[in-house]
């Protein structure tokens, strides 16, 4: 049996030798490797904080003890000594363990953790919650994989330091994020791992103080605390002395041995201090250390050679590598356009732009609020600055995207990758709210294309609109068709709709991915003598007035379609317009219901949620029956 199948908890490993965890580590990164080659998921900071792990367990009492774990893509280890290991193969299932942090899960998932940079804010409430209550017991932070990037991350660590609390944070420093880490930190991080003066001056100091016969241990402990001194103008330690912090490090963060006397040591400390811990992203993967590359990993590698076995049937491009190729032909046409992304190049496809244009290419790290108003001033010296970002990241710019670009309406463009339900990523990635936050939004265009061919006509036309920002969501998905080139496709008309099928009954008015299968049930219903009107209403704000108005005159019953939540989204928009516009018209929405969506494939998300063709039909027989039994 292996040492892994024995751990039940953490309790069984703190009995453990020194060696029998050295032993466990290696079996966690091989079940890791194991599964996640077959299932898919986040394994590069998993297969990173594996000793990290092991020692903190180890040095804690969890579940007493609160270990916070931010962005939740460095849990894995964490749920395998939790009593999950088991039930690993279900990881990012339907059904199955969540790809991050999740409080119903396990009690040892004390935070729900799958965007960056919450877990100092969230240890901090948990450490002052303890002391409000008179409990006892440790709280500890693990920040990393490029989270101390992110604002919200300084202000944790800001108030937590003045705080004067027992709090622990642990910054796991790998030099990554997903892609190579950005930004003055990450600089001044990596120093104390470059600066060749301080580690000969480290090496020889403990070579003195072994070598050192008796009588002379005493100069031995003068030259440790010299070290101490030495450092602290060297190493990244001052900056976290300064913010109230006691400083521990930079520890490489796979010696258990260092690992485990530090964190024993720490443990019985009580006021604020800090490890510094450095790790390897993708430690151990058989097919390379690649940091970005093996990020995470989609169902089917083999991981000696990280190729994939499984191949897609999709014959088509996703839409992410069709925006990715049309923003570098966008970028030679116009030597204005600039991208903006937060730490995702590979995730949202413009990594090729950053290769061809570095110079008009920004990636801001983990601070989207940031990016938005770094766009927003690039606006105003006349650059085209086209942000992109994940719809579900997007939220955390939202301010940012009010109060600097929509206010002064500078034409900040807004690429929502990851729009609509994201499969097997979970509820923590679902960008099922951008329509509705995008459309409060004071001088914003909001659209959604209906494939591929048509997201390059809109992104063309967000690059020519001048009048404010332009926002625009596409899915986690293939493209229904495969788009010609970007030179070959014309800017979408501002503000139309599309006509796509002619009826007379039903009117269908679809925003997005929603067009498609709505024209299939269109023509299903067609056999039972069901005749509908299908729209594509690509421009969602502003809204197609003459089109509009020649369905209102030529329908009875109009269905809202859309890939997002029906509260305040397109359904209610536009149903409060037909309202005031034709109030004789009976109208209903379908869409996204207000509750949470969890992991399952995309496809079978859709359906379920009737967002499919059969869905789409049963909806407008739905609305048809009830207007006969109201007759």
């Not at 396990?106 to 409990?135: K, Q």
């Not at 964190?263 to 390897?280: E, W, Y």
């Not at 601070?367 to 006349?382: C, D, I, N, P």
Request: glycine share 10%; net charge negative; charged share 20%.
């Amino acid at each position: 049996m292996s040492i892994l199948e024995g751990i039940n908890s953490p309790a069984d490993i703190r009995g453990m030798s020194r060696d029998e965890l050295r032993a466990l580590a290696q079996a966690m990164r091989d079940r890791l490797i194991d599964v996640c080659s077959r299932t898919g998921g986040h394994i590069g900071a998993g297969l990173g904080v594996v000793e990290l792990t092991i020692a903190l367990h180890a040095a804690f009492e969890t579940p007493t003890d609160q270990i916070v774990w931010d962005v939740g893509h460095q849990g894995y280890p964490h749920k395998l000594l939790t009593g999950r290991n088991a039930q690993l193969e279900s990881l990012r299932q339907e059904d199955g363990l969540s790809g991050f942090l999740k409080r119903t899960e396990s009690e040892y998932d004390t935070f729900g953790a799958g965007h960056a940079a919450t877990a100092i804010s969230a240890a901090l409430g948990m450490a002052a919650g303890r002391d409000v209550m008179g409990e006892q017991f440790k709280v500890a932070a693990v920040i990393g994989d490029g989270s101390l990037g992110s604002g919200l991350a300084y202000e944790g660590l800001n108030n937590a330091g003045h705080s004067d609390r027992d709090i622990i944070v642990v910054l796991n420093d790998n030099e990554m994020s997903i892609a190579p880490n950005v930004g003055a930190m990450h600089k001044y991080l990596t120093s104390i791992q470059r600066n060749p003066l301080y580690n000969r001056l480290r090496s020889r100091i403990g070579e003195l103080v072994d070598q050192a016969p008796g009588p002379f241990q005493s100069a031995g402990t003068l030259l440790r605390k010299w070290e101490e001194s030495v450092k602290s103008f060297l190493t990244p330690g001052v900056l976290f002395e300064e913010l109230g912090f006691r400083y521990f490090g930079p520890i490489d963060g796979h010696d258990i041995d260092a690992l485990m006397d530090t964190f024993t040591a720490v443990r019985g400390m009580n006021t604020p201090r800090l490890v510094h811990v450095i790790t390897q992203k993708g430690k151990g993967f058989p097919a390379g250390e690649h940091g970005e590359k093996w990020h995470a990993l989609p169902p089917g590698h083999d991981p000696s050679t990280g190729k994939v076995i499984a191949v897609s049937s999709g014959a088509n491009p996703a839409y992410t590598a069709v925006y990715g190729k049309a923003l570098v032909e966008l970028g030679a046409e116009r030597k204005d356009v600039a991208v903006i992304t937060a730490a995702m190049p590979s995730g949202t496809g413009t990594t090729q732009f950053g290769k061809a244009y570095p110079e008009r290419f920004f990636d801001v790290g983990i601070a989207e609020g940031h990016g938005v108003t770094f766009a927003s001033g690039l606006a105003t010296r006349g650059v085209r600055p086209i942000v992109t970002i994940y719809s579900t990241f997007l939220q955390r710019g939202y301010d940012n995207i009010i109060h600097d670009a929509a206010l002064q309406k500078l034409p900040v463009v807004f690429a929502m990758d990851r729009a609509g339900l994201v499969g097997e990523d979970g509820e923590t990635h679902m960008g099922l709210y951008d329509i509705p936050y995008m459309l409060t939004v004071p001088n914003m265009t909001v659209t959604a294309p209906k494939n591929g061919t048509e997201m390059l006509g809109l992104l063309r036309a967000a690059v020519e609109h001048t009048d404010g920002p332009f926002c625009f969501r596409y899915p986690r998905d293939v493209s229904p068709d495969v788009p010609p080139a970007m030179a070959d496709v014309a800017a979408v008309p501002y503000g139309t709709w599309e006509v796509e099928r002619r009826g007379k009954d039903v009117a269908i008015l679809a925003v997005g991915t929603m067009v498609l299968p709505s024209i299939a049930a269109a023509d299903a219903l067609a056999a039972e003598g069901l005749d509908v009107t299908v729209v594509n209403c690509r421009y969602i704000k502003p809204y197609d007035e003459v089109t509009l108005n020649a369905i209102l005159a030529e329908h009875s019953h109009v269905l809202m379609v859309e890939e997002g939540v029906v509260t305040n989204g397109f359904g209610a928009y536009m149903s409060a317009i037909v309202h005031r516009l034709a109030p004789q018209v009976r109208t209903a929405v379908h869409g996204v219901p207000d509750r949470i969506i969890y992991a399952a494939p995309r496809k079978k998300q859709l359906a379920s949620l009737g967002l499919d063709a059969v869905g789409i039909a049963q909806r407008v027989r739905a609305l048809r029956d009830t207007e006969a039994l109201a007759g």
